[in-house]
Every structure is written in structure tokens, then in C-alpha cells.
């Protein structure tokens, strides 16, 4: 049997007259196939999506968007630990934008599932890993809005800290007490392991300061890679 023969077939097995096959040759693309799943699906004839899918794979569709159909039928046809296999198979392949699963309208609709709840937690562990590494708390006592006053008392200004991208970065915004402001992003190099501040006022005057905690919790810093240290 020809691979075109096999194609019409499985029309066929999916239910197609043959003299629709007649009149409208099958796909002979992968993305025909898949296009067809989708329609089946939303049919709800979930037997013939999966059948779409098996051809659309055997003409190296994508596995991902393939695995993801096939979560998606799994969840409709109520067999949420198959749809959790599926997501845990996409997972394995290094995708990480769990966006794409959460507010997917079926797949969200695992939420509750303890199998699905427990991926979810583990994939947001290697997805957002500033949420979960040690070095990026160091300076979690800095977040927050700040009265600050000088040496001898006197009002200096406000500060406030936030954290942004999900614990990536803390954001500074200064005001001193004439009004004058400035702003500073603050995160950890990746290579070097050191957290990196840089400062910008709006007199264009400029500080970049890397550094971080010592082991004895004292905040250590130098300026400009002069390395002298700031205690």
C-alpha cells in the first residue's frame, strides 16, 4: 500500500465518505493532519482526533504540539492522568513556559488534579528558579517602602524596593527631600555568582556595584571593578 493509499484509508476509518475522499484528496502535509485533530476534537470525536494525530506524527509533526492535543483530549475524555503523562512527556523535552499550560481553557482545567498540581509546582521550580535559590533572598530585607533620614536625623528622602520577574530583580526608586530621584536595578550574575547594582539618577550620574553577602551576613561591595571593598 502507498503512503497516499494509507492515507486514504485512514480517511475512511475517520468516518469520511468515500466520495468526499473522491472529490477532496486527503492532506498530504503534517499540518493537514493536525488540523484535522482540532476539528475532531472540537467534534468531540476523540478516537478520530487521536487517529489524526498518529498520522500527523508519522509525518514528523511536532511531538510538542502533538503531545499537547493529545493532553487535551485526554483531559476532555476524563483521563487526567493520562493528560498529566502527556504534559510530563513535554516537560522532559525542556519546555518551560508553563504560561502556555496554565491558561490553556482545558488544560487549566486540571487545576485541583493532585498529579497535575504537583507538576505544575515542579515545573514553576525550573521555570522560575529566582523564586527558589537562596542567593536571590539575600537582600529581601532591603524590599519594601523605606523613610530615610540622614546621620545627624534629618529627613533624606523615600526609598522603595520592589521585587520584579518573579524574584530576578529588585527595583530601587529614590526621591530625596528636594525631589531629586534616581533608580536602580538590582540582580545576580549568573557567572560570577556576585549580585550587580546599577544606579542611575536623573543628573545622569551613574554606579555600577557588585558584591553580596559574606559568609558572616556583612554586605560586601566594590565600585566600578576596582574591587575595593565597601563595608
Known amino acids: 500500500m502507498t503512503f497516499l493509499d494509507k492515507l486514504y484509508s485512514t480517511l475512511i476509518i475517520l468516518g469520511i465518505s468515500t466520495s468526499v475522499v473522491a472529490s477532496s484528496p486527503p492532506p498530504t502535509e503534517a499540518t493537514g493532519w493536525f488540523q484535522i485533530a482540532v476539528a475532531a476534537r472540537e467534534a468531540e470525536e476523540y478516537k478520530k482526533a487521536h487517529d489524526a494525530l498518529d498520522v500527523a506524527g508519522e509525518m514528523e509533526f511536532s511531538p510538542v504540539r502533538i503531545s499537547f ?77 523605606w523613610v530615610v533620614h540622614g546621620p545627624a536625623g534629618g529627613l533624606a528622602g523615600t526609598n522603595s524596593i520592589t521585587r ?28 560570577s555568582g556576585e549580585w550587580v547594582q546599577i544606579w542611575n539618577a536623573e543628573g545622569g550620574s551613574q554606579i555600577n556595584i557588585r558584591g553580596g553577602m559574606t559568609d558572616e551576613g556583612r554586605n560586601e561591595t566594590y565600585v566600578n571593578e576596582s574591587r575595593h571593598p565597601r563595608r
Not at 493528560?83 to 513556559?97: D, K, Q, R
Not at 507538576?119 to 522560575?128: E, H, T, V
Not at 526608586?173 to 540582580?187: C, D, E, L, M
Open 69 to 145: 492535543e493529545r493532553a487535551r483530549l485526554h483531559t476532555l475524555a476524563d483521563d487526567h492522568d493520562k493528560a498529566v503523562a502527556e504534559l510530563e512527556s513535554i516537560a522532559a523535552t525542556g519546555f518551560l513556559s508553563i504560561g502556555f499550560i496554565v491558561n490553556d481553557p482545558i488544560l487549566g482545567s486540571l487545576e485541583g488534579n493532585e498529579g497535575y498540581d504537583r507538576f505544575i509546582d515542579n515545573m514553576s521550580k525550573l521555570a522560575y528558579p529566582c523564586e527558589q535559590g537562596e542567593v536571590f533572598k539575600e537582600f529581601d530585607s532591603w524590599v519594601g517602602d
Open 164 to 191: 520584579e520577574e518573579r524574584g530576578c530583580v529588585l527595583l530601587e526608586h529614590w526621591q530625596n527631600t528636594a525631589g531629586g530621584t534616581g533608580q536602580s536595578i538590582n540582580f545576580v550574575d549568573k557567572i
